[in-house]
């Protein structure tokens, strides 16, 4: 059997594991007229792919102070939305497992909705840490990380917006970026993630050695 390149994978949800960003963009607007800052134009979109987090609040006006009330917020509101897995998700989820990796999942989202979301998929999951504050999530990495892994583990966290891979180099762990969330890839290849995927057959090629054919 091929010995996997990483004895835990610890994903992201949204933008990794689920295709919410066209959710995320049709309910950002009347998020901004409720809590009361700028409003996105659909040509303004691309360029924010672009940016950190830090940098989106700056350029629509977000005080620090609010994100915690935003992001309850947008966690309720995913609660009462449907989403979809991208393609192979569950696929590369149950190879990783027979392959011996165990897995996690870290996400600012509610874990209802995670779990919701992922259906069967989520049985190849070994733990999860879910409503993740904004800048939270190296923590909760790093306490993922020594709860099911040794010291020696090797280990990755897959993610799709730059302050993933900050968190997980924050961690001490492998940083990985998925090139299809909510970031934009150039924004993630400035930061030198140690691992970029174009979907999730790539990750099984580079993690097992398998091309999923």
Same mark, same amino acid.
């Given at each position: 059997m091929?010995?996997?390149? +990483?004895?835990l ?7 990794t ?10 309910? &950002?607007?009347?998020t901004?007229r409720?809590?009361?800052f700028?409003q ?5 979109v691309?360029d &924010?792919r ?6 989106i609040m ?7 102070w ?6 309850l =917020?947008?966690r ?6 449907? =989403?979809?897995l991208f393609p ?10 027979m =392959?011996g990796?165990?897995l996690?999942?870290v ?5 209802d ?5 992922l ?5 190849h999951?070994?733990?999860f840490?879910c409503?993740?504050?904004l800048w939270g999530?190296a923590a909760?990495?790093?306490?993922m ?7 020696t583990?090797?280990t ?14 924050t961690?001490?762990i ?7 969330? +909510?970031?934009?890839?150039a924004?993630l290849l400035?930061l030198n993630p140690d691992?970029i995927f174009?979907?999730f057959?790539?990750?099984q090629?580079? &993690?097992?050695?398998l091309s999923?054919?």
């Open positions: 091929t010995k996997p390149a +990483y004895d994978v610890i994903f992201d949800f949204d933008g594991l689920a295709d919410t960003f066209p959710w995320f963009c049709s309910v &950002l607007n009347d901004a409720q809590f009361d700028r996105v134009a659909a040509d303004e691309d &924010l672009q940016l950190g987090a830090r940098e700056a350029r629509l006006g977000v005080p620090v609010k994100v915690p009330a935003i992001a =917020h947008m309720r509101l995913a609660a009462a939305s449907s =989403h979809a192979d998700v569950e696929d590369t989820l149950q190879s990783l497992r =392959h990796t165990r996690a999942v996400s600012s989202n509610s874990e909705t995670v779990r919701r979301t259906g069967s998929a989520g049985s999951i070994d733990a840490s409503g993740a504050s999530k909760k990495l790093r306490a990380a020594r709860q099911l892994a040794p010291a583990a090797r990755i966290a897959i993610g799709d917006e730059v302050r993933d891979i900050e968190a997980a180099r961690a001490g492998a940083s990985g970026a998925v090139s299809f969330g +909510y970031n934009a890839p924004a400035a691992r174009i979907d057959r790539d990750i090629e580079q &993690l097992l050695g999923g054919s």
